[in-house]
């Protein structure tokens, strides 16, 4: 399969998947009872919010991650071995992301930010270590 090909399928399944789960981790009654009508029409519209935007910023920045993956981990493993350079590389990514995601979600105003963020976290590091298993292989 072509390269951005395959890329435009991580980030496809990057954007429905966290904007998915977006949506569903922040819409009334997930956490417990809800209120009147009103409250859990006003919440349904955050959630769904959440999700377009943790939707849309994830396909961006799987893009980005993809780049920087491949552009950091290239520099760092002619400077160390491929541990210390895999490392590194996942360290750096993962602040510069969340250094965006989660003021964004303030902004926003996302109710369940930690619940909304941690399977993101989990799976963008099982991903970008896979990742760069398989850019080390190349």
Same mark, same amino acid.
């Given at each position: 399969?072509?390269?951005? &090909?395959? @890329? ?10 966290? #904007?998915? +789960? ?7 009654? @997930? ?15 955050v959630? +769904?919010?959440?999700?377009?935007? @943790? #939707?849309g910023?994830?396909? &961006? ?16 493993r ?9 490392? &590194?590389?996942l ?12 003021p ?27 990742? &760069? ?6």
């Open positions: 399969m072509p390269r951005g &090909l395959k @890329q435009g399928f991580i980030v496809l399944a990057a954007a429905l998947g966290y #904007g998915g +789960w977006a949506v569903y981790s922040n819409m009334p009654g @997930q956490l417990g009872p809800t209120g009147p009508a009103e409250m859990m029409a006003e919440m349904s519209h959630a +769904w919010r959440a999700g377009f935007i @943790q #939707g910023y994830a396909g &961006l920045l799987t893009l980005i991650n993809l780049a920087i993956l491949e552009r950091l981990f290239g520099h760092l002619r400077r160390c071995t491929a541990l210390q350079a895999a490392g &590194l590389t360290l750096v990514s993962t602040v510069a992301q969340y250094s965006i995601i989660i964004v979600h303030l902004l926003n105003g996302t109710p369940n930010i930690l619940i909304t963020l941690l399977p993101g976290f989990v799976i963008s590091t099982l991903f970008s270590s896979a990742y &760069l298993w398989h850019v080390a292989q190349q």
